[in-house]
């Protein structure tokens, strides 16, 4: 069965600790894996799109990067702003819909 | 500006009636999707339509309908078939059917059943 699995389900982060969001797929045929921001009672904002296995994309303090088997968002230097739930979601070979993961509830604290 | 809209952001609906949920897009997609996001839950597909008077059920359709009459619109209706329809409802688009594309999402509408 394709799934995605995100771990941790929640991180506490201090202004300026940095860490990364791990996003972990077992899927029968990758097309593409996106990564959302989403805040509290909004609908997800996309960040980036990776394709192949050693893609790397950046925007801002944030960074995606992808293997065979997994994605990571690190975060570097986080500020209160960067707080949100952020979304993993992949795209297969024989399908046009999304798989979603459950997400990552991140909050940084001043 | 393009984008999607949904509304209304906020629905109450008492148990056995059906409501129905707004969802525009003026990007000229093809491709539109509904989903359901549950509190510690992922987003789960109800439906998605990649042409006009055409359909497809998601992995939780039961309990809904659609319909795509107009590239720009497709709404959802939440029927008394529905057992458990309190949840956030999110409509996305994209510019084809293809499932490389980025999703575009609207803002959301949070259903509450009384």
């Known amino acids: 069965e394709d799934q995605v699995t995100q771990s941790p389900e929640a991180l506490r982060l201090q202004e300026g600790e940095s860490s990364s969001l791990n996003c972990s797929y077992t899927?029968?045929?990758?097309?593409?894996l996106f990564w959302y921001r989403q805040d509290p009672g909004k609908g997800p904002e996309f960040l980036f799109t990776?394709?192949?296995a050693g893609e790397e994309k950046e925007k801002e303090r944030l960074k995606a990067t992808l293997t065979k088997k997994e994605s990571f968002l690190h975060i570097t230097a986080p500020k209160p702003e960067d707080s949100a739930t952020y979304l993993c979601?992949?795209?297969?070979?024989?399908?046009?819909?999304?798989?979603f993961g459950t997400g990552t509830r991140l909050q940084v604290f001043p | 500006d393009g984008g999607i809209t949904q509304s209304p952001k906020y629905l109450f609906r008492k148990e056995g009636q059906n409501v129905t949920l707004s969802c525009e897009q003026n990007?000229?997609?093809?491709?539109m999707y509904w989903y359901r996001q549950d509190p510690g839950q992922g987003l789960r597909l109800i439906y998605y339509?990649?042409?006009?008077?055409?359909?497809q059920k998601g992995d939780i359709a039961e309990g809904y309908s659609v319909s795509r009459e107009k590239k720009e619109s497709f709404p959802l209706t939440v029927t008394s078939a529905q057992k458990n329809p309190t949840a956030f409802y999110l409509c996305a688009s994209i510019p084809s059917g293809r499932g490389d594309n980025e999703q575009f999402f609207g803002p959301g509408t949070r259903l509450t059943v009384l």
């Open positions: 339509s990649q042409i006009v008077n055409d359909f």
């Open positions: 899927v029968s045929g990758l097309r593409g």
């Open positions: 990776l394709y192949s």
């Open positions: 979601a992949v795209s297969l070979d024989n399908t046009d819909k999304l798989i």
């Open positions: 990007l000229n997609h093809d491709a």
